[in-house]
């Protein structure tokens, strides 16, 4: 009922920029947190960035200073903005969010985007 498709991925050279965009689509009342995951091969899952309803905002420091993350709320959807691409960038990136479905029922599940590759060469 919930969908999360993500957007922007690719090949870029080391040091250009990409966007990366996931829209939430569904049977949504609320969304609280949205945040963009990364995951290489090899490696295990890894939080790259989080922002909450609140407009805070979380940045692993692998990429502080060169990520920024942004939501629309209007159109339900987060951004990644990312500058100064390394090799090490290099993966699948996937969109999480906390949704709450009902105003009747207080409870929010995650949800997950499958996911776009994103490949920085050196």
């Known amino acids: 009922q919930v969908q999360l498709v993500e957007s922007g991925g690719g090949l870029m050279q080391a040091g250009g920029s990409l966007r990366l965009s996931c829209a939430a689509s569904?049977?949504?009342?609320?969304?609280?947190?949205m945040g963009w995951y990364r995951q290489a091969p090899g490696k295990q899952r890894e939080l790259v960035a989080q922002?909450?309803?609140?407009?805070?905002?979380y940045y692993a420091d692998s990429v502080k200073g060169r990520f920024t993350i942004s939501r629309d709320n209007a159109k339900n959807t987060v951004y990644l903005q990312m500058n100064s691409l390394k090799s090490q960038d290099t993966a699948v990136y996937l969109c999480?969010?906390?949704?709450?479905?009902?105003?009747?029922?207080?409870?929010?599940?995650?949800?997950w985007g499958p996911g776009t590759q994103v490949t920085v060469s050196s």
């Open positions: 922002i909450r309803s609140d407009g805070s905002t």
């Open positions: 999480a969010a906390t949704i709450r479905q009902s105003a009747s029922l207080p409870i929010s599940y995650n949800y």
């Open positions: 569904g049977s949504i009342f609320r969304i609280d947190t």
